[in-house]
């Protein structure tokens, strides 16, 4: 019976997805470069000198860990403005191999070379002049920029994949044109079609697009509408030059309160506070109809959301039913507790017998029984597990301060 309970909670995880910063900052067409790995042996450390201080922006976030590197490739990465840079951590970058770098700014490359574990590969230091290579340095790539907002060159279809959360869209990217073109995708606010779900993506995507090709990716978020259904796979959604593009290391300004001349209404009972404060909220929105003003804030709880389950679960504070599977488990706390914050943000409420029904639809699903025909034991011990989780779901937004902690549950 255990084995039969266990794995209902870990259908729960997935089934029950499925529900009964500063704005615009990557339309900044700042220069995107390729460096190439040309030496003779494998590097794990990239350094170079600009002309303008700047710092990078695709930070690709891992969806399991939740560590953000630039490229995808370097944890270590300058998180202020600079002109000499040093990047190390992360995974090898292969001979042949590349790392693509987009800058907040317009800027050059003076020179570059590779390292590895800090030690210079001989031969492969290099400068350029007037965009050329001299000596023997690893080559680079001076790439077009285009931000997925707005007009341009690359033509951008999404569509759905049927999932609430993790790969929540599948992002098709044509470059029409004879040289490479580059983008970043995310975070970004994926707008509701008035029928299907909205979505938040946390993480950055960089990607470059070849001459006269097309360019496939795949990307992971969060959903924001519990009442709605997710986004048939392969079902067109909304254009991306209508989403919310977001800058990736922006926070809500530590001055910040919702406006009722920017579409929030006061609503004094709100559970939800002012991501990352003791501040009540004090307003809902309509965020289909304002997604600019509810997309920085939904942003914002996410990440509070996600940073609170990675610091409770390394102590040891978080136990469910799923807890064998950490990355499920993770998944499955931050999307239900971001449920929390989200519906109550435009003015609904997620609820534990919500929660409760579904874990009963489930557990007939994955057994064919009625639960409530089922022996006392049963039923406790699935009641036990929602407890258990729906007491997690308030504990995790309780310390991401993005609800006012509530009582414990007890039983639905």
């Known amino acids: 019976m255990k084995k039969t309970v266990f794995s209902v909670f870990l259908l729960l995880a997935s089934a029950l997805m499925q529900p009964a910063f500063a704005q615009q900052d990557n339309s900044k067409k700042g220069k995107c470069f390729t460096f190439t790995n040309n030496t003779a042996q494998a590097a794990n450390d990239l350094h170079f000198d600009l002309s303008v201080a700047s710092k990078p922006v695709n930070l690709v976030q891992d969806p399991v860990t939740g560590v953000r590197k630039v490229g995808g490739v370097f944890e270590n990465y300058p998180s202020e403005k600079k002109s000499a840079q040093d990047y190390k951590t992360g995974g090898n970058v292969a001979i042949g191999g590349s790392v693509t770098i987009q800058f907040d700014d317009e800027t050059e490359v003076k020179n570059w070379y590779w390292t590895i574990d800090g030690k210079e590969i001989p031969k492969e230091r290099g400068a350029t002049d007037g965009g050329k290579m001299q000596g023997n340095s690893p080559s680079i790539t001076t790439i077009s920029y285009q931000p997925p907002g707005g007009d341009g060159a690359l033509v951008f279809t999404a569509t759905g994949m049927g999932e609430t959360t993790g790969p929540i869209a599948q992002v098709s990217i044509y470059n029409p044109t004879n040289t490479p073109m580059a983008t970043v995708l995310g975070p970004c606010y994926i707008t509701s079609d008035e029928v299907h779900q909205s979505y938040i993506v946390p993480g950055t995507t960089a990607i470059v697009v070849q001459p006269n090709s097309t360019a496939n990716v795949t990307l992971s978020g969060y959903c924001a509408d519990i009442f709605s259904p997710a986004t048939p796979k392969g079902r067109a959604m909304p254009p991306v030059r209508n989403w ?169």
Do not use: C
């Open 244 to 412: 919310v593009h977001l800058s990736g290391d922006a926070s809500l300004p530590a001055d910040w309160v919702p406006a009722t001349g920017r579409g929030w209404t006061p609503a004094p009972n709100s559970m939800v506070r002012i991501p990352g404060t003791d501040t009540p909220m004090g307003h809902t929105i309509n965020a289909n109809k304002f997604p600019e003003e509810a997309a920085p804030v939904l942003l914002e709880a996410i990440n509070r959301i996600t940073q609170a389950y990675d610091s409770l679960q390394s102590r040891g504070a978080i136990t469910t039913p799923i807890g064998a599977n950490i990355p499920q488990e993770r998944a499955t706390v931050a999307q239900h507790t971001f449920w929390m914050f989200s519906a109550a943000l435009t003015g609904s409420a997620y609820k534990v017998d919500h929660f409760a029904e579904n874990m009963e639809k489930q557990y007939k699903s994955a057994t064919g029984n009625d639960l409530d025909k089922q022996p006392d034991d049963v039923q406790q011990e699935i009641q036990g597990g929602v407890a258990a989780l729906w007491n997690t779901f308030q504990m995790t937004g309780a310390a991401a301060k993005v609800v006012h902690a509530q009582p414990d549950y007890s039983k639905p």
